[in-house]
């Protein structure tokens, strides 16, 4: 297990709720998908066994199908060439890639085919989720008339995202690149949740990051359509008005809510058996898509 890499011969630049940056030159990183994971913004104390190999695998699995819509943040650039140490590589190599430094876009494009979580919670208050107006009757999980997009904001480690309007995102982004990513955002989810669905899996909602060159050509980056940036339920279980099980961590969400934590820093450990269980599911995730 991975919890927090240290490469010797890399400056690193940043360590997320997940990933650990470091740069290689001026126009180059890696990233290493460590084994952490992140649950209402917090950094929990316990690594999931395989699970920044299986963030990894599936993020490049989409990477590669989905690139006739939108080009993506990966190098063509052998992990090899840059880890010369044995040992270093052999931890990593599972879960490392080398990227395109790029500039990253301030908002998080969050797409929903499904009303769940956040959205279910504003729908109940004023029936519409970030300012879009939705039917009358939704139930929990019910799927929606067509996919929504709904930005948000990007915090920092430990801050919290805040939904906002397809306006503010114009303020941040100006309009062409505002249009240009709710365009992209849905192709990428429908196509994407259609293939899904043949292989047993519904994508309830997902997040993509993007990121521009020095050219303000548009990419995709960080992730994609992974458990961690997902909800993943298993479309043989699925039924409007429950809460739905599922690939992604929701398990584990669930699990904290039971416990009382009051969803600050530090946050609980986590039993044996929620471990084994969460790892499991986000194994089985990676094969039914890949094959």
């Keep these: 297990m991975l919890y927090q890499s240290e490469l010797k011969n890399l400056n690193l630049i940043q360590r997320g709720k997940v ?14 998908t460590s084994d952490r994971l992140s649950a209402f913004d917090v950094i929990l104390p316990d690594p999931i066994p395989g699970k920044g190999a299986v963030l990894t695998a599936t993020s490049n699995f989409w990477f590669d199908r989905l690139s006739s819509i939108i080009p993506n943040h990966l190098a063509n650039m052998p992990l090899k060439n840059i880890i010369s ?5 052999a931890t990593i190599k599972d879960q490392a890639i080398v990227v395109r430094k790029l500039k990253p876009l301030p908002v998080e494009a969050i797409v929903r085919g499904y009303i769940i979580g956040s959205g279910w919670k504003d729908y109940q208050k004023n029936g519409a989720v970030c300012g879009i107006q939705l039917p009358v009757g939704l139930q929990l999980a019910d799927k929606l008339p067509e996919p929504l997009y709904t930005p948000s904001t990007k915090a920092d480690v430990g801050e919290h995202d805040e939904n906002i309007d397809f306006n503010k995102t114009k303020e941040l982004l100006g309009d062409d690149l505002a249009n240009k990513v709710r365009q992209v955002s849905l192709e990428l989810y429908s196509k994407a949740a259609e293939y899904a669905l043949k292989r047993g899996i519904i994508i309830a909602d ?11 050509k548009l990419y995709l980056i960080d992730e994609a359509l992974t458990p961690d940036s997902s909800r993943f339920w298993p479309a043989d279980q699925y039924q409007p008005g429950i809460s739905p099980p599922s690939f992604d961590k929701q398990f584990i969400r669930d699990y904290l809510e039971s416990t009382g934590w009051d969803k600050t ?5 986590l039993p ?3 471990i084994e269980q969460t790892s499991e599911k986000y194994r089985e995730a990676l094969q039914k898509l890949t094959q």
């Design 19 to 32: 990933r650990d940056m470091y740069s290689i030159d001026d126009e180059y990183m890696l990233i290493v």
């Design 85 to 89: 140490d044995h040992n270093e590589l």
């Design 206 to 216: 997902t997040k993509f990051e993007f990121g521009i060159d020095n050219k303000d």
């Design 265 to 269: 820093a530090p946050a609980p450990t």
């Design 272 to 274: 044996q058996d929620i």
